[in-house]
């Protein structure tokens, strides 16, 4: 059994539970993930139960095995976490729209495509101002220079701000500028990132499922955020890789409620990642919708055959007001607003 302590734990609370178990004679490690103290306890579950840890002062749940990520893992009575990012809510119940460029080209780029997206109904504005790229000689980002052009954009439009880090010396400059912040596919797996972006809490996370990773190694990932403090993270399926080559990845709608019946974080959908073309971002994007997702995350661009980054999957302005149109009765019909 494992009793896991709560980020605000005093040391007398720890104390307590420690001198707990040893009166009841049952041996027990002590350890840390992240900010969070652990009592690893070597004993039936039944016996561990009967002491009712629960009821201490700073002890959040006692469970029954820690591979069952008991802070992201859905318990029994359980609510759902609802993710606040300034004044929008993501996993209340409602359709949150995330839309913006793949990458931040310029000033009048992202102000042009922010004050779009927001008259058609958008809640966050997306723009990479740091990206991963498989080549070398692909267009990394403006980095600094993306921040600022962020920034402005949400000065004058009001849109808080969703945006990737790519690596642990970027972190505190990105969280100067984002209201999220994105981990991407790539950086699933890079755990010493995820700890970071966990402890500094502030901020919540977008986390996108890696391109090769199970639904377990995708929660895991989950676990490491929320257990080294940060509790606010989003779930972001945008394909993974298979050995179709009709679209760029296949996207795997099925981990929508998979998911939601495992976890009680938000879950979205990036269709535009997940498909790669234009022309099959808008029927994935409501089928995702259908299938139960929180939100969606959309690629647009006002001009996408001259985009620097990821054109072919990008909807230019008029395509995705017909989206919006599509998702306002989509989400009449299933009793949520967008």
Known sequence: MIV??????KEQDITAVSQKLLQAGMLYQKAKSGDRVLFNVA??????????????????????????????????????TVVQVEDISIGDGN????????????????????????SAGANMLRGGAFKPRTSPYSFQGLGKMGLC?????????????????????????????????????????????????????????????GMSSTIDEWLSAAEYIVSSG?????????????????????????????VKARSHLPVIVDPSHATGHWRLVEPMALAAVAAGADGLMIEVHPKPEAALSDGNQSLNPKNFNQLMDKLKKLAQALEKEQ
């Open 149 to 209: 052009f962020l920034k402005k954009a949400k000065e004058l439009t009001g849109m808080p701000i969703v945006t990737e880090v790519v690596a642990i010396e970027q972190l505190d400059l990105v969280c100067q500028y984002a209201d999220m912040l994105q981990v991407g596919s790539r950086n699933m797996h890079n755990y010493a990132l995820l700890k970071a972006v966990g402890e500094q809490r502030k901020t919540p996370v977008l986390l996108k499922r």
């Open 95 to 118: 359709i949150s729209i995330i839309a913006g460029p793949c990458a931040v080209e310029s000033e009048e780029q992202i102000v042009q495509i922010a004050h779009h997206v927001k």
């Open 4 to 9: 896991v302590m709560s980020l605000d734990a």
């Open 230 to 258: 940060n509790s606010n993270v989003v779930l972001c399926e945008r394909g993974i890789r298979t050995f179709a080559k009709k679209t760029r990845y296949t996207l795997d709608l099925s981990a929508v409620p998979v």
């Open 43 to 80: 004993s039936e579950p039944e016996l561990v139960r009967g002491l009712s840890l629960e009821s201490f002062s700073g002890v959040e749940q006692v469970v029954a095995t820690w591979a069952t990520l008991p802070l992201v893992s859905r318990k029994q009575g359980r609510v759902n």
